[in-house]
């Protein structure tokens, strides 16, 4: 997968986004960091780490549940996310809040993209001329409030969406984050999609 990213600020700035490729350009990280991106490299590796784990043994084990309705890949890409958060919310927020981020998780094996998200992420997909909507995340509240109510790091269990999808006729991928009618906006296109 090949990422390229685009933002335009307005009055309200949102923190840098930064995207991480990993494990042969398989492996999409992105996060947004609220109070620093002393955070950032300790997400990445947990979220590498396990991933990679998981690819190379399908039944290595987790300390959370797994969700019956997603694909044996969306729960590991799902429980990479929680490992991420259960590292930042034991070591960093474990007296006082210090750091919260938003995640965005994507891993391609064979034709699935197996996705993850806590934060203000609106996945698209582009196939064959049309616009399929993954997900769209955010509030009604999204046009006052800047900062996003789910952070990973903040909760000892957030509230993660997670799902697949096929890359079957995949042009395009879009990750979107808006903040106050269009005047802020972060956006990824992740291309390369190819049998892996």
Request: proline residues 3%; charged residues 20%.
């Amino acid at each position: 997968m090949l990422a390229k990213t685009h933002a335009a600020s307005g009055r309200q700035k949102m923190p840098n986004t930064q995207v991480a490729t990993l494990l042969n350009d398989r492996l999409l990280v992105i996060i947004r960091s609220w109070n620093g991106v002393d955070i950032n490299q300790k997400v990445i590796e947990e979220i590498s780490h396990y991933v990679s784990a998981a690819e190379a043994d399908l039944e290595v084990t987790s300390p959370f549940d797994y969700s019956e309705n997603l694909t044996p890949y969306a729960n590991k890409v799902k429980v990479a996310l929680l490992l991420a958060n259960h590292s930042v919310y034991n070591t960093d927020n474990r007296q006082v809040y210090q750091h919260g981020a938003e995640v965005a998780v994507f891993f391609q094996k064979n034709n699935e993209i197996a996705w993850a998200s806590v934060g203000r992420f609106s996945i698209l997909a582009h196939k064959a001329n049309q616009q399929l909507k993954i997900y769209d995340s955010g509030s009604k509240f999204d046009e006052e409030v800047l900062l996003p109510v789910d952070l990973i790091g903040i909760y000892k269990n957030p509230e993660i969406s997670a799902g697949s999808f096929s890359v079957k006729k995949l042009d395009t991928l879009e990750i979107k984050s808006i903040f106050g009618q269009q005047e802020s906006v972060w956006e990824c296109t992740v291309t390369n999609f190819g049998s892996i």
